[in-house]
């Protein structure tokens, strides 16, 4: 099966500061989707990146697609206490895309 | 904008009731997934649906049942519940062809079960 490490598994940080999360599978990846997720609520879909070396912005986060298609960051400028939640990295099934594959998640904190 | 609807955000039941969690998407999407999600072990899913009347089994299918006899709806079902399946429940949809439409799965807002 296709496994995601995501990395760091929490972050804390002061509001102002960026941060990075990274996302790396073993396998070439296909389709790579991040999401947010608040505490006990649902997935809120960020930004999907298909292409090696694609990057997308929205507002203050960034995300990229290494040129392998094998490692994804997702970074976030100034933080702000509604950046707080998890974020999670989710890939489509190799040779399946009826399959799903997430990441363990990155709780993510930040200090007023 | 998307919207998938899972019929409940909270519900208590207690061991051994046939518990039914069901989720509406309003996208016509083909392709429909129940998750489950726990601390350390992240998300999980249990079975997915490609379309009406058709399901396959996910990586924790044991202890539910799936019921697809509509395309907009996607139900889960647990046989006999026992305290194990007290976890957050999370229901998604999406069209077949992800990376080509370039459209992600969308999620409902989870149901959190409590069986005791």
């Known amino acids: 099966s296709q496994e995601l490490e995501q990395s760091p598994q929490s972050l804390i940080v002061q509001e102002g500061k960026n941060l990075t999360i990274n996302c790396t599978s073993s396998?070439?990846?296909?389709?790579l989707y991040w999401y947010k997720q608040k505490y006990g609520e649902g997935l809120i879909f960020l930004m999907m990146?298909?292409?090696?070396?694609e990057e997308k912005s929205h507002e203050k986060i960034t995300a990229k697609l290494d040129e392998k298609k094998q490692q994804s960051s997702l970074h976030i400028t100034a933080s702000q206490p509604s950046h707080a939640g998890i974020y999670l990295c989710?890939?489509?099934?190799?040779?399946?895309?009826?399959?799903?594959?997430f990441g363990s998640g990155t709780k993510l904190n930040v200090k007023p | 904008d998307v919207k998938v609807t899972q019929s409940s955000r909270y519900l208590v039941k207690r061991t051994g009731e046939k518990v039914f969690l069901e989720c509406v998407q309003d996208?016509?999407?083909?392709?429909m997934f129940w998750y489950r999600q726990d601390p350390g072990l992240g998300l999980r899913l249990i079975y997915f649906?490609?379309?009406?009347?058709?399901?396959e089994k996910g990586d924790i299918p044991e202890g539910y049942s799936v019921s697809r006899e509509k395309k907009e709806r996607f139900s889960l079902i647990l046989e006999s519940a026992s305290t194990n399946q007290t976890s957050m429940y999370l229901c998604?949809?999406?069209?077949?062809?992800?990376?080509?439409?370039?459209?992600?799965?969308?999620f409902g807002d989870g149901t959190r079960l409590s069986i005791l």
């Open positions: 989710g890939a489509d099934g190799l040779g399946n895309f009826n399959k799903f594959y």
């Open positions: 998604a949809s999406s069209p077949p062809d992800r990376l080509y439409s370039n459209q992600p799965q969308h």
């Open positions: 649906s490609y379309d009406v009347k058709m399901k």
């Open positions: 996208m016509d999407h083909e392709n």
């Open positions: 990146l298909q292409k090696g070396g």
């Open positions: 396998k070439t990846l296909y389709g």
